[in-house]
Each structure stands twice: as C-alpha cells, then as structure tokens.
C-alpha cells in the first residue's frame, strides 16, 4: 500500500488545517488508519486512529478535542481535521495503515507515507 499525505502547511495558532492521506488500493478499507506525527528533536508520536469500519476512534490525550480522524472508504482517503492549532502541534504528520493490535503504537502499522509538515506560529 502506498500511502499520500497532505494537507500540511504554516498557520497561527488557533487555526486549522484538514489533513489527508490517499491509499493506492481498495484494501484500504481493511486497514485500521493512524496518525502519527514527529516535532523537532522528538521521539514520533500517536496522534489519532480510526478502525476500518470508521466506528471506533482513538486520539492522544493531547489532541483529544481539537482533532477529529475520519475516512471515505469510496475514496480510499483518511482525514485529520486539526482545529485550535497550538505552536506544540508543529511536526511532521505521518499517516500509517495496519494497526492489527494495539492502533496506539506505530510498530503495530505496516505502511507509512512521506509525511506532511505542520507549522503553527505564536
């Protein structure tokens, strides 16, 4: 599976920007979808999760509220609306599929795409 971020881009703080990630087959429907992104000089980090059905959503404790996942099967896209961006949230997102165990651990996702870079400013 080929994964294709977008969507990144530099905003204020309290803006927002719609993420997504377009899948190269149909099987994506089969895969539990993650969000993961990595700032600066840190350790990669989960963000957001969403099964393959879309019924079942995880977040970090640290977006929980701000971020929403969500997915169009039909398209084979996974989506991350990020709303009340905060200079924290800078990194690079990565979007990964898989996730079979546990969707908060990024060892659990066999795919990962390029990654696209989020810049909120103060």
């Known amino acids: 599976v080929q994964l294709q971020a977008s969507g990144g881009g530099l905003v204020q703080a309290g803006g927002s920007l719609r993420l997504s990630c377009a899948a190269s087959?149909?099987?994506?429907?089969?895969?539990?979808m993650g969000w993961f992104r990595q700032a600066p000089g840190k350790e990669r980090e989960f963000v957001a999760a969403?099964?393959?059905?879309?019924?079942?959503?995880y977040y970090a404790d640290s977006v929980k509220g701000r971020f929403t996942i969500s997915r169009d099967n039909a398209k084979n896209t996974v989506y991350l609306q990020t709303n009340s961006l905060k200079p924290e949230d800078t990194a690079i997102y990565y979007c990964?599929?898989?996730?079979?165990?546990?969707?908060?651990?990024?060892?659990?996702?066999?795919?990962w795409g390029q990654g696209t870079k989020v810049t909120v400013s103060s």
């Open positions: 969403i099964r393959p059905s879309g019924g079942r959503t």
């Open positions: 990964a599929a898989g996730g079979w165990g546990d969707p908060f651990k990024d060892h659990e996702y066999d795919y």
């Open positions: 087959e149909r099987a994506f429907s089969s895969y539990t």
